[in-house]
């Protein structure tokens, strides 16, 4: 019994040690030896330096060892030669018991680097274990003086702890006048010794019989055991109970109760008497799990159920029946019981992976293999047959293969931006009754493709940016983002070549390609460009990448960087200096001149103020803020002096303010007012007519004014009128024969550029240059009124005769102006 249970330990300790060896990630090798068992202390095994390649260096250097395993340290290494060496004593069949291979795996371990190599070491048997006899005296009192010749008996057989040619190979019964011994075969190929009478026996001659049985091993040497046998002949009771049957065989459900009936034995004795009164038991070798689960009653043979079956630890048990009479010797017969039990489903089915679970692309095809099951059921028949389903609505689905196998694969379009992983949940029902089941969840995870565009927050953008701000500093930052994973979702930010002023756009702004931010690469000049697109797109790194794009919408902000020009009195030729000539009898309100100037900037910027600044007599002359008019404040006088020199500054309303001057001589000479006389007296005369002509001039006037404001606010209503339906209103005047200006044509006209709706004013001067107005409402703007934008180009201020000037009065209001050749 302590050798089962040293062999159930150590094959318990090699399992795990194998176990260990698989896993261990360094294993470099694998060596086997094969020695004898019960080889003496220090015996040399092998040289396991030399097999596993290392010096003797190596063995003190790297530490070479056997690991240490539970239970005995069997061998040992020879640090001073390498040799792996016996540590102990070694029994194979304490080891190994009556297994035919006895392995034992060992673990040499080197250090500094750490390294591992598997050993097996074969214990090979020797003829050590003699056979023995479980009876060493064995007491047969069944044979009577009237057995008849041929009579048999079995005998025990003999046990020997070696195996192979070393184990029991014959037995010999000492010689003897009435007995022989037979070799009878049993299951499973064995045979036991049978003790057959071969002559009738006399108890008057001989009562007891003496033999002794031997058994013989194949060993060299060869070893043997022996029992006695002492036969005693008896007078009475030679007749053996006999079995109505030789073999029972009954089933039982393995639900069955405990003290429930299973059968009844019967035997009879043709004897009389205590001969014949029989006695009912499991044999003598009756197992132990046979003992616990059945009882018989001794005296009516019947057998019931006194522990639990289970069908899946024992399906069948065969049971030796033993009756025996009360005679004098006992008369004993044996027959065999068979019970099988009869499965019931009482085993939930069991779902097994039996490879991982795959990633799947989410643009796999259906019928895409992710993971192969497999389904089992330890009950029998039908309580075995399991089918496996996945939840309805699922994208997956099993595919069966061939005994209980499944292959779970795809069955509908996969989006990893919806579900970047399933928990496909799996159910196993048996066919049994009623049915079990079970559940199994599986991971699965869906890889990205890249099978989505970047997106920008917005379809458009509008910035906008001051004039004259800092190169390189940043003008807006677009951002984009992909539902994809990974490089697929990685986006980098280009610009699109496009054109501004017939020069590429890349010449004005760049963008950084990782984060969006788009940066100036110069100053930008409002009087020179007032709105451009940049064209950005947002590219991921998948393959293929997908793009998209955006419009950025740059407007430039008027800032007060340009001073009033001065364009009357023209001051070309005599730089700053105006000559005038006013005669001295002015009179107080006498207009001496017109200071006309223009400002290149819009809005507030452009408003333009005048002063007198400086007079050689401020008293005499006067300036009007609004029109630059000079007139004289009161009548000129003999003592004035007769050169006048003025100063006038000219200011803009911008911040800071932006100004210039202008010194205009005046010149006071006596003469100038007799012509003057004369003239008024020449046309005093016909001053009928001319009053006429007046009269006729402020009419025509009137009407002008009367007709122009008439048909302004018609276009005003219709503009309000137009606005109410589509967002938007712009107007246009066109050229026409009844006005036109030598210097100057307007026309203004509706314009719409994509998003954006502007009004654009286009006027010509002399030199065929037209200028071009655009005063863009937004849809969502509040105010109803509508802005001129004046003259973008600022090439010749003098040539202008009438500016139009805008303010830009709300961030909904966006202004473009641009030079149209």
Not at 254 to 268: G, P
Request: hydrophobic share 35%; glycine share 6%; net charge negative.
């Amino acid at each position: 019994m302590t050798k089962k249970m040293e062999y159930t330990d150590w094959r318990w300790l090699a399992l795990w040690w194998h176990h260990f060896v698989l896993l261990w990630s360094t294993i470099s090798g694998q060596t086997r030896y094969s020695i004898p068992e019960e080889l003496k202390q220090g015996s040399v095994v092998g040289n396991l330096a030399k097999d596993l390649g290392l010096g003797l260096s190596n063995i003190f250097d790297r530490n070479l060892h056997v690991a240490a395993e539970a239970g005995k340290q069997y061998f040992s290494v020879d640090a001073g030669k390498g040799e792996l060496v016996v540590n102990d004593r070694i029994d194979r069949e304490a080891l190994c018991g009556q297994s035919a291979s006895c392995v034992l795996p060992l673990q040499v371990v080197l250090e500094n680097p750490l390294n591992l190599h598997r050993i097996e070491v074969e214990i090979k048997d020797i003829n050590d274990n003699s056979p023995t006899f479980h009876i060493t005296v064995f007491r047969l009192n069944l044979f009577i003086e009237a057995a008849a010749v041929g009579t048999r008996f079995s005998l025990e057989n003999a046990e020997d702890f070696d195996v192979g040619s070393n184990a029991v190979k014959s037995y010999v019964l000492s010689k003897n006048d009435c007995f022989t011994l037979k070799m009878k075969e049993v299951e499973d190929g064995k045979t036991v010794p049978e003790l057959v009478l071969e002559r009738p026996l006399d108890r008057e001659k001989k009562a007891v019989h003496q033999l002794l049985l031997t058994a013989v091993d194949g060993g060299n040497p060869v070893l043997s055991g022996t029992s006695e046998i002492t036969v005693t002949v008896l007078d009475a009771n030679d007749n053996f109970p006999v079995f109505d049957k030789n073999v029972y065989k009954v089933s039982l459900g393995e639900n069955s109760a405990k003290d429930a009936f299973v059968l009844k034995i019967t035997a009879t004795d043709a004897d009389e008497g205590s001969n014949a009164e029989v006695k009912y038991s499991f044999g003598s070798r009756t197992p132990e799990s046979v003992l616990s689960t059945f009882d018989i009653n001794s005296f009516t043979g019947e057998i019931y159920l006194k522990g639990n079956l289970d069908y899946e630890s024992t399906a069948s048990y065969k049971v030796e029946i033993s009756a025996k009479d009360s005679g004098s010797p006992e008369m004993e017969s044996h027959c065999r019981l068979q019970i099988d039990v009869i499965d019931i489903n009482d085993n939930i089915p069991e779902i097994v992976v039996t490879s991982k679970p795959q990633a799947v692309r989410e643009d796999a095809p259906s019928g895409t293999v992710v993971a192969l099951l497999n389904a089992r059921d330890a009950d029998s028949g039908n309580n075995s047959k399991v089918t496996l389903e996945v939840r309805k609505g699922s994208p997956f689905s099993l595919k069966p293969s061939f005994s209980n196998s499944y292959a779970l694969v795809t069955n509908g379009a996969l989006d990893r931006e919806k579900f970047s992983e399933y928990n496909i949940e799996i159910t196993a029902t048996d066919s049994g009754s009623p049915p079990l089941s079970s559940k199994k969840i599986i991971p699965v995870s869906i890889t990205d493709v890249n099978d989505n565009p970047p997106v920008f927050t917005q379809p458009s953008y509008n910035v906008y940016l001051k004039e004259n701000g800092v190169p390189g500093s940043i003008l807006y930052s677009v951002s984009a983002s992909d539902l994809d994973f990974g490089e697929n979702a990685k986006i980098s930010y280009s610009i699109l070549d496009s054109k501004v002023q017939d020069v590429s756009v890349s010449s004005y702004v760049y963008i950084n390609s990782d984060n969006g931010s788009i940066y100036s690469m110069h100053s930008f000049d409002y009087e020179k460009l007032k709105v451009f697109q940049i064209r950005v797109q947002a590219k991921d790194q998948g393959s293929p990448s997908l793009s998209s794009n955006t419009t950025v919408h740059v407007f430039i902000l008027d800032q007060n960087d340009n001073a009033p020009a001065v364009i009357y009195p023209s001051s070309a030729a005599l730089g700053s200096l105006s000559h005038q000539r006013m005669p001295r009898s002015a009179k107080a309100g006498h207009l001496l001149t017109k200071v006309t100037a223009v400002d290149a900037d819009s809005g507030h910027n452009a408003w333009i103020s005048y002063r007198l600044a400086e007079a050689t007599d401020a008293s005499l002359f006067t300036v009007n803020q609004y029109t630059g008019e000079v007139r004289t404040k009161r009548a000129v006088s003999e003592q004035d002096d007769s050169s006048q020199r003025l100063l006038i500054e000219i200011k803009d309303d911008g911040e800071p303010i932006q100004s210039s001057t202008v010194t205009v001589s005046v010149l006071l000479e006596d003469g100038l007012h007799e012509p003057i006389l004369d003239l008024r007296q020449k046309i005093a005369e016909p001053s009928q007519k001319s009053g006429r002509i007046t009269l006729y001039l402020i009419v025509s006037l009137a009407s002008v004014s009367v007709l122009s404001l008439l048909t302004f606010l018609i276009l005003v209503v219709k503009c309000i009128r137009n606005s109410r339906s589509s967002g938007s209103c712009c107007m246009r005047r066109s050229d026409c024969d009844d006005y036109k200006n030598p210097n100057r044509n307007l026309q203004i006209q509706l314009n719409t550029d994509g998003p954006i709706k502007y009004v654009e004013v286009l006027g010509g001067d002399m030199m065929s240059q037209s200028q071009s107005f655009r005063s863009c409402m937004s849809p969502m703007s509040e105010y109803s009124d509508f802005t001129l934008i004046k003259p973008s180009s600022t090439t010749d201020f003098k040539e202008v005769i009438s500016v139009l000037d805008a303010s830009l009065p709300d961030s909904t209001w966006t202004f473009e102006s641009q030079q149209v050749s």
